[in-house]
């Protein structure tokens, strides 16, 4: 009984630290832009988390800001530090993907301007999520 324990604890163990070592194979796509107006003006994101790894990873949003255009070139959409998941942390399978939704806000003034870049596909998201393995936390870009 002791040794089955024992090995399962071990296999537990291995699976999450190569995952640890997979982490920078996560892939964060934004798949839809949608822009939300009224008083308080937020740009809408879905996101496709896809974990190659061999254990399941918890991911946030922990810097995600949406840009005009080129992030070298481009202007700033969204309000920094701003992104959030309404959802709450999202859990993606060993080998499987999910879904995430991130909300930001929208710079004063850029409603017009976010709504142009969403229309003609200049939309584009870059950042940050922060993703744990097991114990282990770290930073994937998008």
């Known amino acids: 009984m002791l040794i089955a324990v024992s090995a399962a604890a071990f296999v537990a163990t291995a699976s999450a630290q190569l995952a640890w070592h997979e982490r920078d194979a996560i892939g964060i796509d934004a798949t839809e832009y949608r822009l939300d107006g009224g008083d308080n003006p937020t740009v809408t994101v879905t996101m496709t988390v896809s974990n190659p790894t061999t254990a399941a990873v918890t991911v946030r949003p922990s810097a995600v800001i949406v840009y005009d255009g080129r992030v070298s070139e481009a202007t700033e959409l969204t309000v920094p530090r701003t992104a959030r998941a309404p959802n709450g942390d999202r859990t ?5 993907t999910a879904t995430v939704t991130v909300v930001a806000d929208i710079e004063s003034g850029m409603v017009d301007r976010t709504a142009a870049a969403i229309e ?5 998201v870059s950042g940050t999520f922060s993703v744990t393995i097991g114990e282990r936390s770290a930073s994937v870009d998008v």
Do not use: E, R
């Not at 993606?92 to 499987?96: D, L, N, Q, R, S």
């Not at 003609?120 to 584009?124: R, T, V, Y």
């Open 92 to 96: 993606v399978p060993a080998g499987g």
């Open 120 to 124: 003609s596909g200049d939309a584009l």
